[in-house]
């Protein structure tokens, strides 16, 4: 527990907003965001929806040429029940939205030991909800996710209070406690 911060609230109320607001338009984000051994946060704020490619092309625009990669091989058949060499060849726009979340949040995990994702339950079963928190607890040193609604295992900070009580510097406080300590 403590590894994933859930920043969570009822749609419309500005958690998207925030993160944008407070990480990618910050002077100080390095300073906020930086603890040695966790690297620069990999984002997943939404799949590109209309990407006409295949899954290997859609790598490729983050600079992912191979996506052999250990991690991506462990984890591509139980996420996205398909092994490496059908995916690959699979035309991206024909995932289903599910499907393009849990292969968004693998992306991250290559590239990141640090993802900052947007609902990353979304449009996927229950059975992948397991899945997906553990990724996220043994995959990344840090997490950094948006939701609707509390989870165990997080430390859960409402958007509101936030919002209201602290000017958004909670987030960076919370991330440096709570990670600081796992490494």
């Known amino acids: 527990?403590?590894?994933?911060?859930?920043?969570?609230?009822?749609?419309?109320?500005?958690?998207?907003?925030?993160?944008?607001?407070?990480?990618?338009?910050?002077?100080?984000?390095?300073?906020?965001?930086?603890?040695?051994?966790v690297s620069p946060p990999a984002i997943s704020l939404l799949p590109l929806p209309d990407f006409e490619g295949t899954v290997d092309e859609y790598f490729k625009i983050f600079?992912?040429?191979?996506?052999?990669?250990?991690?991506?091989?462990?984890?591509?058949?139980?996420m996205l029940n398909l092994p490496y060499e059908l995916l690959k060849v699979r035309t991206y726009k024909m995932l289903s939205a599910g499907e393009k979340r849990r292969l968004d949040i693998l992306r991250c995990s290559i590239s990141s030991n640090f993802i900052i994702v947007d609902e990353p339950l979304s449009n996927s079963s229950a059975n992948h909800h397991e899945k997906i928190f553990q990724i996220l607890e043994e995959d990344f040193l840090a997490a950094i996710i948006l939701s609707h609604t509390p989870y165990k295992n997080c430390?859960?900070?409402?958007?509101?209070?936030?919002?209201?009580?602290?000017?958004?510097?909670?987030?960076?406080?919370?991330?440096?406690?709570?990670?600081a300590t796992l490494l």
């Not at 430390?155 to 990670?179: M, P, S, T, W």
């Open 1 to 37: 527990m403590g590894k994933i911060i859930n920043i969570y609230g009822p749609s419309g109320t500005g958690k998207t907003q925030y993160i944008t607001n407070n990480l990618f338009q910050r002077d100080n984000l390095d300073k906020n965001l930086v603890i040695p051994g």
């Open 63 to 78: 600079d992912i040429e191979d996506i052999q990669h250990e991690k991506f091989d462990k984890l591509s058949l139980p």
């Open 155 to 179: 430390l859960n900070l409402r958007i509101e209070n936030i919002i209201r009580n602290d000017k958004g510097h909670l987030l960076f406080r919370a991330f440096k406690e709570n990670f």
